[in-house]
């Protein structure tokens, strides 16, 4: 390979910044819109500083910063729901496609998971369409995504 295309695309590289670690399909800015109309009436994005970057400070539902790529009930001091931290525990993560399974029904979509079918989740169903999950995946991780 010629040293001067090898230079040229690790400093293209660098500048691009990292790639992301999780798949990420949605608009955020469209994702934005709808995280301003349904999903912060529970959940809010505050950074590693303390700082809400998203929503109006509710903690009804956990905080979303770098939410995409995390296992799920992995917030420490958060009260998940006992079929939720069993579902973590079998190993969900949260990805776009995911998360596009669980936002309609997240109960159905928790027992599902865990194969238990008495279990409730907390969040209730949410009347959204895919593409709209998919865009407010895109505008929480634009934020960041779990290393």
Known sequence: MNSKFALAAAAAAL??????????????????????????????????????????????????FKMPGRHAAAIEGFRYSDLMKEAGEKGLVWTEDELVKYVPGPTDFLRDYTQDPKGRGLMTNQRVKEQEIRDVFAYIASFGTHE
């Open 15 to 64: 500048i691009a910044g990292p790639a992301l670690a999780v798949d990420v399909t949605g608009d955020p800015a469209e994702g934005e819109k709808v995280f301003n109309k349904i999903c912060q009436t529970c959940h809010v994005v505050e950074n590693d500083a303390g700082e809400v970057v998203a929503g109006r400070n509710a903690k009804v539902g956990p905080n979303l």
